[in-house]
């Protein structure tokens, strides 16, 4: 059986050809745009990667919040965003609730982690989510 890389090995060689035999071969609006298209490159292998458990443990983690009525019957993940948004308006769920917040934070990681990974306040964020955990 003849093996293939997987998407996110193919994302980074594109990426990476666009970055070394593109981009310095090309000026002005069309190096600016290479440039757009490596990093959106990026984002989609980073999330790629991401994504792979993210969505199971965000279901179950919207799960745990208090305050969802009837989380069990929920069709999917945007329903359960649609009740957690409406338990929110309606004062059923406290914004301080530490498993809100304690997902909140988590959420806002992860796609920090995808979109900008090597932002400043991303390292911040991850040594203050750290020290509230107590790691």
Not at 80 to 99: H, S
Not at 110 to 118: E, F, G, R, S, T
């Amino acid at each position: 059986m003849q093996q293939h890389p997987d998407i996110t090995q193919l994302l980074h060689v594109v990426t990476e050809f666009l970055r070394t035999e593109i981009m310095p071969n090309v000026e002005g609006a069309r190096s600016f745009h290479v440039r757009v298209a490596a990093n959106a490159l990026d984002i989609v292998r980073r999330e790629v990667e991401q994504l792979k458990a993210f969505p199971a443990e965000e279901r179950e983690r919207l799960r745990t919040i208090p305050g969802l009525v009837g989380v069990d019957d929920a069709p999917d993940t945007d329903e359960l965003y649609d009740r957690l948004c409406d338990a929110l308006a309606d004062g059923r769920l406290d914004e301080n609730e530490t498993v809100l917040m304690d997902f909140l934070w988590e959420l806002s990681l992860h796609q920090l982690a995808v979109d900008q990974p090597n932002y400043s306040g991303y390292a911040e964020g991850l040594q203050t989510w750290r020290a509230i955990r107590g790691d």
